[in-house]
């Protein structure tokens, strides 16, 4: 479905040679550079990025400290066609002759297309009015959809702030927003992410102790937040969110590999060792940062009695594109543990729960399961605090590692 929809919006997009090799041959690839690009959303607003051109085929995606390097693009026609890393979404746009783009960012698997802007030789995510009158470095106390049932949530607000420029990230109590740029513009924070598979937009208007602002989640989801400043704040631990419901003490399931061959916690792999459990997607970018460290952590550990073991929740509409997009995500980062699809089809999480029975409820992905050698659940961790949180993810890889650590000595 994905290539019959892509082919399509190419047959709606961009007119056509009848020669093949002709439009190989008048390709035209994009002048390396820094682009501003953006996305149009509602409400007259814009989600804006930068991307850097390093040649022709790889260009980075830059968010503060964060540089996502994209090397799967194509040129056919005056059209470039840039393949997003691990989450199959990509941009397909016309080149201008002054090195504009226009076109789309499109997501199959969720059905997603939005338009797609890009201006060669700028690099100003957001343009300046005014110079700032607040500074917001701190720590922020956040309700998003404040009093909307079933919908508000807290979030822990962590900026810096040099002259106009802002970087920082809002924690939730499910994961964080990831790295997050942007400017004050007098009384106004502006702040925008694009990691390939979420674009996100955050504005508020600021004063020394309180800031309303409005969140924008692609062209799909807005909603309201509010914060005020405390130094002191704190969400709730992470470890006290999902938990096993009476009468359990262990974990069971049986899903199948890549290899469409059932996995489960009973086979001789797994016997006498500590196991972590990971709920997670290969279309969730808090996943992506968590499979990245527990890659890497798994390599130095594998032959010490651990093992992970990872539990895929889908997007993609049937099993194959599913295995597809787990194989994609194990070979592009290097994963070595065994990722098992649990389902297909949507992620909702009430179904997820479904599937583990023994859970009080699934929150977020991801969700780590702690077991120790004897097959006992020690520790549910939910959410992931990634590399943008700074000093948070450090207390997380050293609160991680000691407890793995005391798991395997028992």
Not at 62 to 77: L, T
Not at 288 to 307: A, I, P, T, V
Not at 335 to 342: G, T
Request: glycine content about 6%; hydrophobic content about 35%; some cysteine.
């Amino acid at each position: 479905m994905r290539y019959i929809f892509g082919l399509l919006v190419v047959i709606l997009l961009f007119s056509c040679k009848n020669d093949t090799k002709s439009n190989l041959d008048t390709a035209i690839p994009l002048a390396e550079g820094t682009y501003r690009a953006w996305l149009p959303i509602q409400d007259n607003q814009e989600i804006p990025f930068i991307f850097k051109f390093e040649s022709k085929n790889e260009l980075k995606i830059v968010n503060a400290e964060e540089a996502i390097v994209v090397d799967e693009i194509e040129y056919k026609n005056d059209s470039v066609y840039i393949n997003l890393p691990v989450f199959k979404d990509y941009l397909v746009a016309k080149i201008s002759n002054d090195e504009s783009l226009n076109g789309f960012y499109i997501s199959p698997d969720r059905d997603r297309k939005v338009p797609f802007r890009a201006e060669g030789h700028e690099n100003m995510r957001f343009s300046v009015k005014e110079k700032p009158t607040t500074n917001v470095e701190g720590i922020w106390e956040t309700v998003f959809s404040k009093g909307v049932e079933g919908e508000e949530y807290i979030a822990k607000g962590i900026f810096k702030q040099e002259g106009q420029k802002v970087t920082g990230t809002f924690r939730t109590t499910t994961g964080d927003y990831r790295y997050l740029e942007g400017v004050m513009d007098g009384n106004t924070m502006k702040l925008s992410t694009f990691d390939g598979a979420h674009a996100f937009l955050f504005i508020a208007t600021v004063t020394d102790s309180t800031m309303h602002g409005r969140f924008y989640s692609g062209n799909h989801w807005k909603e309201p937040f509010e914060a005020k400043r405390n130094a002191d704040y704190e969400l709730p631990s992470a470890n006290e969110l999902t938990y096993l419901k009476e009468g359990y003490d262990s974990l069971e399931f049986a899903f199948p590999n890549t290899s469409d061959k059932m996995v489960s916690l009973k086979d001789e792999r797994f016997k006498d060792k500590v196991v972590i459990v990971q709920i997670m997607g290969t279309w969730c970018p808090n996943c992506l940062d968590e499979s990245k460290y527990y890659s890497d952590f798994y390599k130095k550990y594998k032959g010490k009695d651990l093992e992970i073991i990872a539990l895929a929740f889908e997007y993609a509409k049937d099993k194959e594109i599913a295995f597809s997009r787990i194989e994609r995500l194990q070979n592009k980062i290097g994963i070595d543990y065994p990722i098992l699809l649990a389902q297909f089809g949507g992620t909702d999480k009430s179904d997820a729960q479904e599937k583990l029975p023994m859970l009080n409820h699934i929150l977020s992905y991801p969700t780590s399961i702690f077991i120790d050698k004897k097959g006992r659940v020690r520790k549910i961790h939910t959410g992931f605090n990634g590399p943008a949180t700074g000093d948070k993810y450090i207390e997380f890889k050293d609160e991680f590692e000691s407890f793995v650590t005391e798991l395997l000595s028992e």
